[in-house]
């Protein structure tokens, strides 16, 4: 197989019209080659990025990769025609990346495998082990993805929170309701088998090939549940409103959990699961299952983690910046950034989870706590763009040595945004110009926001450390040098942003396993090991692997 990069489609060819993509690049890729379309068995695009330096020649950086009729021969003959040409740095021959499943067992073990946590994580760990033949059992303290949604929406419309079923906790887990991202900086062999099986389970083949590939909040409900279906059909067992209250321990071993059910008529029940092999795929927002743990001496660490506001623009104002005349154009979309700073006080700041065309959501997960997070629909075709805008909290800065000291500044954070929107879940809000000259806000002025329980205007910064705000406000003319316009005095700034990542690992060991018992598996973000889709979907998968090969030492003794 040969693999072609760096095909180039000026995005003026095109004239708009999105069909005419995927010919005009394979007509690209026979001329570069000096081929013609019978002389190419297969052939399909790998990779597709935007290219948007020059903002009056943006151009379509493309990568196939194909087979030719006539075999390897073909293939290596191609090769030294072109070997002169400027393409030849360009092409090589590749064999397709392998990535294989764990073996079935062939018997299912006396005890299961527990996965606490349907987020991706939990997802693709226990998919894994479903399709070794292990059959596990997967809990989650939330709703199915219908039920949850249900939740979200009530909560917007009421402020009546539901502790259980929430933008944090369901189906999916907080990747459901924030835009469904998949770029990642990691790379894992297994990335390939997880795009797959998004596609397999519902999203759009584009993420195959999209250098930023993402689902999109309105379809990620579909994927989670048909993710669910998958587990299932391979001889897993999920349950949701499960909840873990305590674990059981005996010489440093694992022995059973305790968890908490909801039944259908709304009634508690306490079962005990005996489980050897338990996987913590719980999420950065799980704090009662932090406690848990340092209750029970489960060695945790501090770790850096960033806190901070949503920044709004108007979409089309960002589309400008970056696209020029092409601002608009259907091919290529809303218009994504990506910024960062390192500062000369030696702090830095950065976006996270740029939302394009997208809204601010309310995520809080406990009473009297406001958090805001973003997400963006498949279309990505809303009014605003937001992101996040942060600075990192180091644990040097926190004070004492209590492990959860992250998690109590996070809350006390999230407190005193609730009590500064009014207490009823509104959200404090500031204009950029305002936040930057110290002065409060008084209103709405172009950016309309769209945090959906509403803002009350005046300052973000009680919300927040002093070294958090002037970090924020040292750095906004930075990011304005680098994306004009992300300063404007009318973007609207809304807090607050806590939960990025977790503030605390479960410290594991080589084996995966938690470096002081045997048996828990702690595992993705909320375990201080991902950060994100993708990179929590692998790790999923890496500890699910590590699993099955105990399960095989088991059955060899």
Not at 46 to 61: G, T
Not at 227 to 240: C, Q, T
Not at 448 to 460: A, D, K
Request: proline share 5%; aromatic share 6%; charged share 20%.
């Amino acid at each position: 197989m040969l693999e072609v990069s760096n095909i180039k489609l000026p995005i003026s060819s095109l004239h708009g019209n999105t069909k005419a993509e995927a010919p005009a690049g394979r007509t690209a890729l026979y001329q570069t080659l000096h081929l013609k379309p019978e002389d190419i068995s297969s052939i399909e695009l790998h990779r597709r990025s935007i290219d948007a330096r020059k903002r009056n020649n943006i151009i379509l950086v493309l990568t196939y990769r194909l087979t030719l009729r006539g075999g390897l021969a073909a293939e290596k003959n191609l090769l030294h025609k072109l070997s002169r040409k400027p393409i030849a740095k360009h092409i090589k021959r590749i064999e397709p990346e392998a990535f294989a499943l764990p073996t079935m067992l062939p018997q299912p073990p006396r005890q299961r495998p527990v996965v606490i946590g349907a987020g991706c994580a939990g997802l693709f760990c226990a998919l894994v082990l479903a399709r070794a033949g292990l059959a596990p059992l997967l809990i989650e303290r939330g709703d199915d993805a219908q039920r949850r949604t249900e939740a979200v929406t009530h909560f917007n419309q009421t402020g009546e929170l539901d502790l259980e079923s929430n933008i944090q906790f369901g189906l999916g887990g907080a990747g459901t309701f924030s835009d469904g991202k998949l770029n990642t900086g990691t790379k894992s062999p297994s990335h390939r088998f997880i795009l797959e099986a998004f596609v397999e389970a519902g999203a759009s083949r584009s993420i195959l090939w999209d250098a930023k590939p993402h689902v999109g909040s309105d379809v990620l409900p579909t994927v989670v549940t048909n993710l669910v279906r998958m587990i299932k059909a391979a001889g897993g067992d999920v349950a949701f409103r499960t909840r873990l209250v305590d674990l059981t321990l005996k010489d440093q071993q694992i022995q059973s959990i305790t968890v908490e059910r909801t039944e259908a008529h709304g009634d508690i029940k306490i079962e005990t699961i005996p489980a050897t092999q338990v996987i913590l795929a719980t999420g950065h927002s799980a704090r009662d299952v932090f406690e848990l743990l340092n209750h029970h001496g489960v060695r945790m660490e501090r770790k850096t983690f960033a806190m901070g506001v949503r920044i709004e623009h108007l979409q089309a104002d960002i589309d400008r910046t970056l696209y020029g005349s092409e601002a608009g154009n259907p091919v290529l979309g809303a218009a994504a950034y990506k910024l960062s700073v390192h500062l000369p006080s030696g702090r830095s700041a950065f976006s996270f989870c740029m939302c394009p065309g997208g809204s601010v959501v309310a995520a809080s997960s406990e009473k009297n706590g406001v958090v805001t997070n973003g997400m963006s629909l498949s279309k990505r075709n809303g009014t605003n763009a937001n992101s996040g805008l942060l600075a990192n909290v180091f644990p040097d800065d926190l004070p004492g040595d209590n492990v959860l000291e992250g998690i109590a500044l996070q809350r006390a954070c999230e407190r005193a945004a609730f009590e500064a929107g009014g207490g009823t879940y509104v959200a404090p809000a500031q204009l950029v110009g305002d936040f930057v000259r110290s002065q409060k806000s008084s209103g709405v002025a172009k950016v309309q926001p769209t945090y959906p329980r509403g803002v009350s205007w005046g300052s973000i910064e009680s919300c927040l450390p002093d070294y958090i705000t002037n970090t924020l406000r040292e750095a906004l003319p930075h990011f304005d040098h680098k994306l004009h316009g992300f300063a404007a005095d009318d973007a609207v700034l809304t807090g607050v942003e806590t939960r990025s990542s977790s503030p605390v690992r479960i410290t594991r060991n080589d084996s995966g396993q938690s470096i002081n018992v045997k048996g828990l598996w702690p595992v993705g973000e909320g375990a201080g090991y991902a950060g994100g889709i993708m990179s929590a979907a692998a790790d999923g998968i890496r500890i699910a692997e590590l699993i099955v090969q105990c399960y095989e030492c088991m059955a060899a003794v």
